[in-house]
């Protein structure tokens, strides 16, 4: 075990993985709160079209990936409050329609790229010093806007319309949520993919959600089991030579059903 520490790649695989799951489970408190799951798997699969798109004409694939997430989720936001369409409604049509584009981005590749699919299904063990480098800004970026903006976005997440009541610039706020959901997709697409970020950025807070009523204690639980699920996955992966994207997201699965299984909540509702 020792000796997975011994190497760089797996150095830079535990850095990138404990970053993915800090700051997916820290913004899926939010997106749990305000019943955003959904906007998480469209805006993945967008910004998959921008990293397939990057790669067909030569440019940085983590730049028109942030492109395509941020004008995603934007859209989608607009879409609802310009269009009176129900959030589920519009990303489910972009979601398809960003995934469309990112099969004819790859159909009109000239052979088979691996570098692609890596960002589709995740390939943690094969981040760089410059990929890890753009992580950890990211990631202290979306974390200290968390930080700075807590007391706003726990209002909006929980119940909006009684922030905009209380003088709370609840539709800023509310994109400003959106943004942050783009960036943190990007920095986690390389680690467990396009297919798979959903899953991490829904379960480390949904299993949260099981062990408490605080929404203090319900990020700082979110974000120990999404490193946890994070960095056990990649350990499992190169102990049992796993693909290490499928890995993470299982075992936080297999937390998840622990904490239903032992969760307060669930048990206070048993008579005794």
């Not at 981040?127 to 990211?138: A, F, N, Q």
């Amino acid at each position: 075990m020792i000796e997975m520490l011994s190497y760089d790649f797996m150095q830079r695989s535990f850095l990138a993985a404990a970053l993915v799951g800090a700051v997916c489970s820290a913004i899926g408190v939010f997106m749990v709160l305000r019943g955003l799951a959904f906007v998480g798997a469209g805006t993945a699969h967008a910004a998959f079209a921008g990293v397939t798109l990057a790669y067909l004409v030569g440019l940085p694939p983590l730049l028109l990936a942030v492109v395509f997430g941020i004008a995603t989720v934007w859209i989608t936001g607009v879409m609802e409050e310009k269009g009176r369409m129900k959030l589920d409604v519009s990303i489910g049509i972009l979601y398809t329609a960003t995934m469309a584009l990112a099969i004819l981005f790859i159909g009109l590749m000239q052979g088979y790229n691996a570098e692609v699919y890596g960002y589709m299904f995740g390939s943690v063990l094969s981040v760089t010093p410059d990929e890890l480098r753009i992580m950890l800004t990211l990631s202290l970026l979306v974390l200290a806007v968390i930080v700075l903006f807590a007391k706003e976005l726990y209002f909006v997440a929980f119940d909006q319309e009684m922030a905009e009541a209380s003088g709370v610039r609840a539709r800023p706020i509310f994109y400003l949520l959106l943004t942050l959901v783009a960036f943190t997709v990007v920095i986690s697409l390389k680690t467990v993919g396009a297919i798979l970020v959903f899953a991490m950025l829904l379960i480390p807070a949904s299993t949260a959600y099981q062990l408490t009523h605080s929404l203090s204690h319900m990020t700082i639980y979110s974000v120990l089991i999404g490193i946890t699920s994070a960095v056990g996955g990649v350990a499992l992966s190169y102990v049992w030579d796993l693909p290490s994207g499928p890995a993470i997201v299982l075992l936080a699965t297999f937390i998840f059903f622990v904490s239903l299984l032992l969760s307060p909540k669930r048990l206070r509702r048993v008579p005794v």
